[in-house]
């Protein structure tokens, strides 16, 4: 059969009106870029944006991310969920909303956390998103399951954002230890490709579609390589695979000698 063809995107940092900079480049032109990069290369399924969609967290910028999505991609569906520079109440003002939460199809059960602590860099997950999980889980123990979030459940090795990973992690791997049906976990917030696992859980990291931070450095750097996407196909025996593509042969004007954002 045809495997589920999910896309991740994430840590877009869109303003709401155009031009609106991360350390010198220009958001809404990567943005763009990447969305045509994924129309020339998939055919998606689902998208997926794992947060900090906004750089100011305002409507506009909500709106103005659902019509660039919708310019190359009109009917696919689309989810969301917040990250540290997001605001849910704002996100859940748009026009045309997203789905948020949960989502199942072609027998896999996806499930949305918001990991943000409201003005602060850091994540954790408050008591009741983590019940939410747990019921999610229980009430689909034999369907494989894919969990996205916005801050890294793990440390990534770059201790200058690691300090800003999910704080309760433990309570979450406490209850998803209990379901075999958990295959992957993917977030954004670190602007950098990861992999790694724990147990039978693997886990990623997807790179932003803007600016790209150097990995495994304890000091904040700007790293050169291109903005990009992640690409997941998942298979209804419960395997998937899984890729990052990125953006190519492009130059953009990006303060490389930042030390910090």
């Known amino acids: ?150 801050h890294q459940i793990v440390n990534v090795g770059s201790a200058w954002v690691d300090q800003y990973a999910v704080r309760n992690n433990d309570l979450f791997f406490d209850i998803i230890d209990r379901f075999d049906n958990v295959k992957a976990v993917s977030w954004g917030h670190v602007h950098q490709e990861f992999s790694g696992r724990r147990k039978d859980v693997a886990l990623y990291a997807t790179p932003s579609t803007c600016v790209q931070f150097v990995p495994n450095q304890d000091e904040f750097q700007v790293h050169r390589v291109m903005p990009g996407y992640r690409s997941f196909r998942l298979y209804p025996d419960g395997s998937f695979t899984t890729e990052v593509h990125r953006i190519k042969d492009k130059a953009y004007s990006i303060d490389f000698e930042a030390k910090g954002y």
């Open 1 to 150: 059969m045809r495997p589920f063809h999910l896309l991740q995107i994430t840590d877009c940092h869109l303003g709401s009106q155009p031009g609106e900079q991360l350390l010198g480049l220009d958001t809404d032109e990567s943005f763009r870029d990447v969305l045509q990069l994924l129309k020339t290369r998939e055919t998606p399924d689902i998208i997926v944006a794992s947060g900090d969609i906004s750089n100011d967290s305002l409507v506009p910028s909500y709106e103005r991310f659902i019509a660039f999505v919708r310019e190359y991609f009109p009917t696919t569906p689309l989810a969301w969920l917040p990250g540290n520079h997001d605001d849910p109440t704002n996100m859940d003002l748009v026009e045309e909303l997203p789905i948020e939460a949960h989502y199942q199809a072609a027998g896999w059960n996806l499930i949305f956390l918001d990991s943000r602590i409201p003005m602060e860099e850091g994540g954790d997950l408050n008591p009741d998103e983590l019940l939410r999980l747990e019921a999610e889980l229980s009430k689909h123990a034999d369907v494989p399951t894919l969990i996205f979030l916005h």
